[in-house]
């Protein structure tokens, strides 16, 4: 992206001071999202996400491994995202990696809770084999092929998108084994499980310019920004898990201001990426 | 005097692409396949590299090859190679100017203000592609011989012979690292020859859908 001549920052900037942004959208609006699943066939699951111009892929892979010590009774589940080059020159070599760590780090606070597993997305007791002995592993990854602007919220519904589509198969152990054993287990290829994805929160940030903030910023808003607040919340309402970012500090009204409108945006967020996520399903399946 | 500027090209595999790719440690095929690529794509001639210079001894285009391996399912040179031979053929060149400075300046098609600066290409431009490359990988086993192997029969067998000719039909490189079956005369006919059938399949693919995306 070249830089912006002063006349196009006073212009963004009068936009949204207008609540009439650059491509027509009120300062609480959404660009058009659609959502593509099974779009990686060696994966366990998988979804492509676009925001505008924003493309994101996120894949989920599964492994039987063994339970942590801490927790013997939950699975266990990592994320880690990509930044390609293809999607800014910038991310050419290790340009892409403090962004691409820094979202991997936001996505794993929103969607897998604390250190205990509570609050995660993901029933993390639903992974477990045997207890103490054999669990799912999941590694969700993400790749941003082209970015602009708002690639929290993309890779968030990407990955909401990939555990939809996510299949498990159906694993059976087998009888008799000793307690003191490594049990055998035979893994199904027909049989699948799907997960409950109902829990998984939705990402909304929320970008201040000037005295004003909105969802969805492209990267020429971004680039206009004072400091940005990025919220998760689940379908009950709850928060999930709140970042922030960009320099300038905020008035704390602000930034209950900020949530409540989160809460709102979020529940016209979800209902549409389920209904996008659903046809997606139904597109696949036919 | 002409200076060119050589691309830059990389293959890049994601831990989406593999089980076997983790983060932090790149994967071994990756670089493997991006020198395949920067050989054959200089052997190949494909491109005049002059088309990418601008003003003799001053300016010129650089050109960045990226190519991200989504799911990797065999036989990942091939697919590399067609997607980067697909990408340079949909390549645009944009229109830039010289200013008074001495910058390079990008030009608008419809900016009629700017007709002072005299233009160094007056129009969007492809690149003129001459010969082509494409290439075909086969496994060697036994009498046998598989053509475009997936991950899976590559992880078993040994023996991999990647031949790659361009659609005029010359040899640009063949490639095989070791392996216990010996490359016998009539082995590299019979894979020339299964080459360069797709070579006609893949060419004939690659114009269909450059023909779809221009209408």
């Known amino acids: 992206m070249v830089g912006l001549s002063l006349g196009e920052t006073h212009f963004i900037q009068g936009g949204i001071a207008q609540d009439l942004r650059c491509d027509g959208r009120k300062r609480l609006t959404y660009r058009p999202i659609s959502v593509e699943t099974g779009v990686i066939p060696q994966t366990n699951g998988s979804a492509r996400v676009r925001m505008g111009a924003t493309d994101v892929i996120a894949s989920v892979k599964a492994e039987l491994g063994k339970p942590s010590l801490l927790q013997p009774d939950k699975g266990k589940v990592s994320i880690y995202i990509d930044c390609s080059s293809t999607a800014e020159p910038a991310f050419e070599g290790r340009g892409g990696d403090e962004l691409a760590a820094e979202l991997s780090n936001a996505l794993q606070h929103c969607l897998l809770g604390g250190k205990s597993g509570e609050g995660a997305g993901i029933d993390l007791s639903s992974l477990i084999v045997v207890e103490g002995k054999i669990c799912w592993d999941l590694y969700i990854d993400g790749l941003v092929v082209s970015s602009d602007g708002n690639l929290l919220d993309a890779l968030g519904a990407a990955i909401k998108a ?76 709850h928060i999930c898990g709140i970042t922030k970012r960009g320099g300038v500090g905020l008035d704390p009204s602000i930034i209950l201001d900020m949530i409540s409108v989160a809460k709102h945006v979020s529940e016209q967020l979800i209902n549409k990426l389920d209904s996008e996520i659903a046809s997606a399903e139904a597109d696949e399946e036919s | 005097m002409l200076i060119f500027v050589i691309s830059a090209i990389d293959f890049h595999m994601p831990p989406i692409c593999s089980p076997i790719v ?15 690529l920067s050989n054959t794509i200089s052997s190949s001639r494909m491109t005049d590299l002059k088309e990418l210079s601008l003003v003799s001894g001053k300016a010129a285009w650089m050109a960045y090859l990226d190519i991200y391996c ?41 900016d009629g203000q700017k007709r002072a600066q005299e233009p160094v290409n007056k129009e969007k431009r492809k690149l003129t592609l001459r010969s082509i490359p494409f290439s075909l990988t086969c496994i060697l086993h036994k009498n046998y011989i598989l053509a475009d ?54 060419n004939n693919f690659l114009d269909k859908a450059n023909s779809a995306m221009e209408v």
């Open chain 2, 149 to 202: 192997p997936t991950a899976e029969e590559e992880s078993i067998m040994e023996t991999h012979v990647t031949v790659v000719l361009d659609t005029s039909g010359q040899l640009i490189s063949l490639y095989k690292p070791g392996g216990p079956v010996l490359a016998y005369t009539s082995a590299i006919q019979d894979c020339a020859a299964l080459t360069r059938q797709r070579v006609k399949e893949l």
């Open chain 1, 162 to 237: 990939a555990l939809s589509n996510t299949g498990i198969p159906r694993v059976e152990v087998a009888a008799g084994t000793s307690n003191d054993e490594h049990p055998e287990v035979d893994v199904s290829d027909e049989e699948f499980l799907q997960f409950d994805t109902s829990r998984v929160p939705v990402i909304v940030t929320l970008t201040k310019v000037g005295r004003h903030y909105i969802v969805d910023a492209t990267s020429e808003e971004e680039s206009q920004m004072s400091s940005g607040v990025s919220i998760s919340v689940n379908r009950q309402g």
């Open chain 2, 70 to 110: 989504l799911d990797a399912d065999g036989a990942l040179f091939d697919a590399a190679l067609l997607s980067a031979i697909a990408a340079l053929s949909h390549l645009q060149i944009p229109s830039i100017a010289m200013n008074d400075d001495g910058k390079i300046v990008l030009v608008s098609d419809e």
């Open chain 2, 22 to 36: 983790r983060p932090g440690r790149p994967a071994e095929a990756s670089p493997m396949v991006s020198k395949q």
